[in-house]
Each structure stands twice: as C-alpha cells, then as structure tokens.
C-alpha cells in the first residue's frame, strides 16, 4: 500500500463502503484479502477514522462507529470488524452547488488525462454540471438543493418504505401505524392517499392526503412503524400537485398545517460550522451563530435544541423558553438517580 | 480504540415499536413501565445527546457513570434557561 495520503484515502473508502455492504462481523483478513494488502494496513486504516472523530462537529462522531476489538499479539485469527452506520451510506448522495461544481471540474479535467475512458468521465461531469445549472437557474422542473424525490430506495431501506413505494406506484390508499412526535402520544392509525417519497435532509418523508386532516401531510418514514393494504378508493393528487413546491431551498419540507412562528436559536462555536452548513446563520465574534428558524412543529423545536445539550439555547420567544424548561424540569424529575453532587 | 461501553437504558412503553423497528439498541426485555434496550458505543457523547433529544422520559439504569453523566447533561442544558436570555452575550450557549 502505498504511503501517499491520497491512496490511502481511496482505500478507505473502499474498505468503509466494503465493511458497510458485508453488514456482519468481518475478519480482519478477509478485509485484508479484498483491499490486497496486509493486516497491519487495515488496522492502520481503522486507526485513521477513529483518531478522526476529535474533529468532527457535535453529532458526527456517530453516525459511523466500527466495533474492533485489537488482536493480542500473534493472534490474528477470529479478530473482526463490524461497522455500523446510521443512515449516512444509506441515503442518496447530495451535493451543494459548489460541491456538484467541483466534482464537475474534476471530472472533466480527468477526462483530458485519461482519454481511452473520456466519455464516461465527461458523462458523469455532465450530470453534475446539470445539477450545477438547474440549482443557479432556479429551474423549477429541478428538485430543490440537496433534494431528491422519488429515488429509488436503497438495498437495506427496509420493507416499510419498499411497501409505501409499491402502493405510491399502484396509487392505492393504505393505513400506517404512526408515531407521532408529541411527546407520550401512543402510536394511532391513519388512513393516507400517498403521492410521493421525498428524501430530505437525510430522511425519507411520504407525501399523502389523510383522510384524518383532510389535507396534505408529510410523514416520516422512520416513524412509520406498519403498513397494509385498504379498499378506500384512492384519493388523487391535485392537477396542481408539486411535491418540490414543498420543500425549500436549504431541504427542509414544508408542513401545510400551521402557520407557525419564528424561533431565535443559539448554536456555540464548537458545533458552529455544522449548523452553517445546515441553516443561514448570523455569526457573531465568538464564533457562536444565530439562527431563525421557521418553526411548523414545536416539538421538532424542543427537540431540536435540547438534543445540542448546553450548546444550544432558545433566544426567542420567552414563552418557547419556559417550555422547553419545563420539559427538561420534567426530564430530570424522571430520572430516578440519586442526588448529582 | 476505545473499548466499547456497554449502557442499559429504560423508554416508556410506546417508543418500544419505533426502537425495535429502527434497529436502536439491542431489546433486553420490557417491564409494565418500559422497555429496557442495550446500547454498544465507543463514545457516550452522541448517545447523551440523542437520549435527551428524545424529549421523553428515558432512565439510564446501567453503568451508573453513564447515568450520572446524562443527569449532567440534562442539568446543564436546563440551566440555560434559568434566566431570561442574554441575547447580547458573546460566545452564547458556551461561553
């Protein structure tokens, strides 16, 4: 294996996405055995993610962990790895405009270098330029930034969301045993007309009329605990229906319930950097930012915050702040330990 | 690499579904007042945070360091909102 960074971060990837697609205990040789190279190597390579967390803004550190236990001396044998992801290399690739513009370049600089493979490389930079011009066009055929509607579901998405998809396909109503966010509400049943998937900010979402609320409704997915078939004749889509018309230019999906209210967030700096890149945000001196957030659930807001622990604070409005001290007083109280000291 | 820190935690009964669906921890067994789930982490961090984000009423029941930690958390998250909010504070939430 060679030493320059830039290989090693070629096998990285081919061991990461190797490991994630074995979704099982891996003996370190057979990782070895795949990449070509020795053990020691693959350790090294492991080593490289887990010294990478420290610099890696709040919440990332999770959402790949690799479970290795070290080998003892000169026992190699039955030493393995698993490596355990929460959605990161599940979900459809999204790139921001600079990103897709980038990727564009290279290709296309690629393709000057290699031309026996030329037009594979110019198709690809294609594809991102496209991107590139529907993004800065503000087309509105084009989905919106970091969006896709309707991709085709990953192997491993699970039945839930591979059942949803056939009856969008089949336009054919169904009911979906859902969790709903608010806090102690049991699940409930509801019967949907779905439309369309949506994949935003990293989840999947099913776009339907419920015939509860008589409206539109976005449901997530991961909240979507069962599903079946029903003989409710199924309630088309509007002429004018736009499933990109509900979602806006950062990827967030817009509710059609409630009009909502505005909600001044504190971030510190330490987490600073993620939150910019997921929200205009206002920065002030320490490196902390301000964000407004639009706010259609409030307990995605409580939730929200609170999952930043001390990082994170509800400027405005006071009364949003007495709430979510009031959830956290609950919180604690339920915690059942002794006395901290 | 750090050793995995094995943490048993209760959730109230009707989160039960929605974790066995996702895949969140390991089932242990449910009691008439929750479920109890096993988590493997290297780092307790990410898993404070995303108890707490919960929003629901979660009991960390195992190690007890762990716990004590998300008693930490949680009061230190709820001390910023002790006061009305200094919206002229520099650094903000960590300063």
Known sequence: MSDRAADALSQLFLLITYLHHRDTDVPLQDAAAFLGCSVDEIERLLFAVRDRPAELPSGYDDRIQIDYEPRDEDNVDGVTVYLHTTGPLRRPLRFAPDEALALAFALRWRALADPDRAPAWQELARRFELLVARTVSGDGDAPAEGVDVDVQPSEGSGPILASLRAFVEERCACRLQYLKPAPSAPPEWRTVHPYRLVHARGRWYLIAWCELRQDLRSFRVDRVLDVERTNVAFH?????????????????????????????????????QWIQERWPAEKDSSGAVIVEHRVLDLHWLVRHVIQYGPEAEVLEPDWCRQLIRQCLEFLIEHLELAPSS | MARRVRSTSCFPLELAAWLERNHYGEP?????????????????????????????????????????????????TLSRYADPADTTRPGGASS
């Open chain 1, 236 to 272: 088309p889509p509007p002429s004018d229906f736009d499933p990109h018309a509900l979602i806006d230019r950062f990827g967030r999906l817009l509710d059609t319930e409630a009009p909502g209210f505005s909600a001044k967030v504190r971030y510190s700096a330490p987490i600073a």
């Open chain 2, 28 to 76: 242990v067994h449910a009691t008439e007042h929750g479920v109890r789930r096993r988590f493997q982490v290297r780092s307790i961090e990410p898993l404070l945070r995303w108890l707490l984000g919960l929003d629901r009423p979660v009991r960390i029941e195992a190690p007890d360091d762990v716990a004590a930690a998300f008693r930490a958390l949680s009061e230190s």
